[in-house]
């Protein structure tokens, strides 16, 4: 697989006073990190600065960059919406320093040839290395599988069809037996589409109040429940997106715990959010699949604590403002999230004291980085430098102005948020920094 960025020349630069937490190193310490020509070169305290320029920790947590596993960049196709430049812009913003791209595109990545005029792209423009998914199946029809092989050979970073299920099982198996030849991992957005239909919210009390149709868990977790019954047969691992329902996080803990390579990821507005919030109509909560419960939340931050769940991804889903700015009913689905996961979530999970800090670090860095087979970012010396540094004090308004995403969809706009990135680099670079 290929992660792909900007070629421009490394950065050299020393964080003094923070405090490094490094999860996956073991490290909590207040000591400096120096960074020569993109690499970490030494940690310890008074550190000779080399002439490089000081970025001042004091007061503030320095941790391995962010891994988002799910960002769709909408291009080609719509490039109003979001661009790789902007995508990987508003990723730099919110501390990441990696991102897989989804392929619904216009067209849909589903040949070799789609897949290289975007790597091309992303050599040119990218803010942050970019790794590109490839469809399962070919136009994201659901029929015929792609030519996997060369899209592997071309660079892929997986395979998908997010935005809609793999519908025929007998299909789904094919994939498995394919995407093992690959090495690459197959990633499943998980809907029974007979059961979902035209869902606009999770299926409960708030849907029948709201007169709207419902979206029932069993769609989702039906399939989940299906695709990990066939990996068990194929003795292949497979990738869970976005996970909302209880239900599918004790399938994937049964299929775990019997031995089933299965990983998952959960976005931030699962965690953070349930079906209570849509009351308000805000089409910027309408998301497939839908806020559910409070069972299903308490589900979904148990099972990120105990590693059920190894991914936070955003499924950031740039979406343009005249197609959100209708009735809730005819708005799209998706949100953006790349430059307020971390905020929400430290907001929403670690203040009130659901999640520790360390490992709302390890899910949103090493864990998504190991779910798909990368390198997990780490403060070591010898390691690329791949930091982010975060202001837990800091409270800020979310507003349009701030956003670098050409999309403004944000389930946190107006809201004030506790915690923000300060500074990012990826790769060696220091690609943001107030
Ligand atoms: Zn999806
Ligand atoms: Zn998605």
Redesign the pocket.
């Known amino acids: 697989m290929t992660l792909v960025g900007k070629a421009a020349p490394k950065d050299s630069l020393v964080v003094t006073g923070a405090r490094v937490l490094d999860p996956v190193e073991g490290i909590d310490a207040q000591v400096d990190v120096r960074v020569d020509d993109g690499v970490i070169a030494a940690i310890g305290t008074s550190l000779d600065t080399n002439a490089h320029r000081v970025v001042d920790g004091a007061g503030l947590v320095l941790a391995p960059a962010f891994v988002d596993p799910?960002v769709h960049l909408r291009t080609p196709g719509r490039e109003d919406e979001e661009t790789i430049a902007s995508g990987t812009a508003a990723a730099a913003a919110g501390g990441y320093c990696a991102i897989l791209a989804?392929p619904n595109t216009e067209p849909v990545l589903d040949s070799a040839s789609v897949l290289g005029s975007l790597l091309e792209l992303a050599r040119a423009e990218a803010e942050v290395p970019v790794g590109f998914l490839a469809a399962i199946t070919k136009r994201q029809a659901g029929a015929e599988l792609t030519e996997m092989g060369e899209l592997a050979d071309e660079g892929a970073a997986g395979f998908t069809d997010?935005?809609r299920p793999i519908a025929s099982a007998g299909l789904m198996r094919r994939a498995l037996q394919y995407a093992s030849i690959t090495g690459l991992r197959l990633a499943l957005?998980e809907?029974e589409p007979s059961l979902s239909k035209d869902g606009q919210i999770h299926e409960g009390a708030v849907s029948a109040e709201l007169g709207f149709a419902g979206y029932p868990s069993v769609a989702e977790s039906l399939m989940v429940e299906r695709d990990l019954a066939l990996a068990a047969y194929e003795g292949q691992p497979l990738h869970l997106?976005?996970l909302s329902a209880r239900e599918s996080v004790e399938a994937l803990e049964g299929a775990r715990a019997a031995g089933v390579q299965a990983t998952a990821e959960v976005t931030p507005h699962h965690l953070c959010l349930t079906d209570e919030a849509v009351r308000s109509l805000d089409a910027n909560l309408k998301m497939?699949?839908p806020l559910r419960g409070d069972a299903d939340r308490t589900a979904l931050i148990d099972a990120l604590r105990s590693g059920t769940i190894q991914a936070v991804a955003t499924?950031h889903a740039p979406h343009a403002r005249h197609e959100k700015e209708v009735p809730f009913e005819a708005a799209p689905f998706g949100v953006t999230g790349l430059e307020t996961s971390f905020a929400a979530l430290y907001t929403h999970l670690v203040e009130p004291g659901l999640l520790a800090l360390e490992l709302l670090l390890e899910r949103m860095s090493a864990g998504p980085a190991r779910a798909y087979g990368l390198e997990p970012p780490r403060i070591a010396v010898g390691a690329p430098a791949n930091l982010v540094l975060l202001d837990t004090a800091a409270s800020w308004r979310v507003t349009e102005e701030r956003f670098r995403s050409r999309s403004v969809n944000s389930w946190v706009l107006g809201r004030t948020l506790n915690g923000r990135v300060k500074t990012t680099v990826a790769d060696g670079r220091l690609v943001f920094g107030e």
């Open positions: 799910h989804m997010d935005g957005h809907e997106l976005h497939n699949p499924d």
